[in-house]
């Protein structure tokens, strides 16, 4: 890695980056500075390092990208919950399961409702589609190999991704009373930008407990912040429930067409006992 001196300023780390990234194919350059800085480490150091200036920049380009009121305020308040660390709190580790699917490793085996899973999957992954995508198919129709597939494809895209089956993230609340963290924990779900809730419905969480006013909450907060501007929060969830099944007010918010078709359906075998096909 390039040397800038005792005092580098934002601009000089950008130069630096450009510089390593465009001339990281001659022999001299990487003898002298190294091999280049992977994009996603950069991003997240020059925004622990420079959060001044990044913050002016943010908010004059903002307005650029998407003139409404509405999707101005949320972006900005999505970056100053990023900047505040909110996004990584310690006790919620971003990341995924162990074994994840792929989407070339999915096999539609001719069957339209999988086909047409597939195309929405990967338009909310894009950051087009619904910003809040469900799922809905029987068990082994492939809802869990999609929802880890999805959330491969922006882990090594470098974005900031937190996957949790529904029983994982009540444990999760559960946890945090004793220690007077549900608030934060609250923030931490309700502030990642890619937020992917696989198995919902399996928790059987009573509606009118404490758990299941946290989870409606999440699930409000998720609908508010909710866009298809750069910063807003997305949502993909999985089930096994109905439409007609599903909790009230997570129907409510999940099946919302403000930004089209939010609800697939998977009509399709078990693959585990059918085989992928």
């Not at 505040?84 to 999915?106: K, M, R, Y």
């Not at 999440?218 to 109905?242: I, K």
């Amino acid at each position: 890695m390039q040397k800038l001196g005792d005092n580098p300023t934002l601009r000089d780390e950008i130069r630096r980056y450009l510089l390593g990234k465009y001339q990281a194919d001659s022999p001299i350059w990487s003898e002298r500075f190294g091999q280049p800085e992977p994009l996603s480490a950069f991003l997240q150091r020059v925004v622990e390092m420079y959060p001044q200036e990044i913050d002016a920049l943010v908010k004059m380009m903002l307005p650029q990208v998407d003139s409404s009121d509405e999707a101005y305020r949320a972006s900005l308040k999505a970056e100053q919950m990023r900047r505040d660390g909110i996004v990584f709190f310690t006790t919620l580790p971003i990341g995924l399961p162990e074994t994840c699917g792929s989407f070339e490793a999915f096999g539609e085996r001719g069957n339209i409702s999988l086909a047409v899973a597939v195309k929405s999957v990967r338009q909310w992954v894009s950051g087009t589609g619904p910003p809040i995508l469900t799922l809905i198919g029987q068990t082994g129709t492939g809802k869990s190999h999609l929802s880890t597939a999805a959330g491969r494809h922006l882990f090594d895209k470098g974005e900031n991704v937190m996957f949790r089956r529904e029983g994982d993230m009540m444990a999760d609340f559960r946890s945090a009373v004793p220690r007077g963290q549900v608030e934060e924990v609250l923030a931490a779900f309700s502030s990642v930008p890619w937020l992917i809730v696989d198995d919902f419905g399996t928790a059987f969480v009573n509606d009118s407990g404490m758990l299941g006013e946290l989870r409606d909450r999440l699930f409000d907060t998720l609908w508010s912040g909710a866009g298809t501007w750069r910063g807003a929060l997305r949502t993909l969830v999985t089930t096994n429930l109905s439409s007609k099944e599903l909790p009230r007010r997570v129907a409510s918010r999940l099946s919302h067409s403000r930004w089209g078709n939010p609800i697939v359906g998977i009509d399709a075998p078990d693959y585990r006992v059918h085989g992928p096909g």
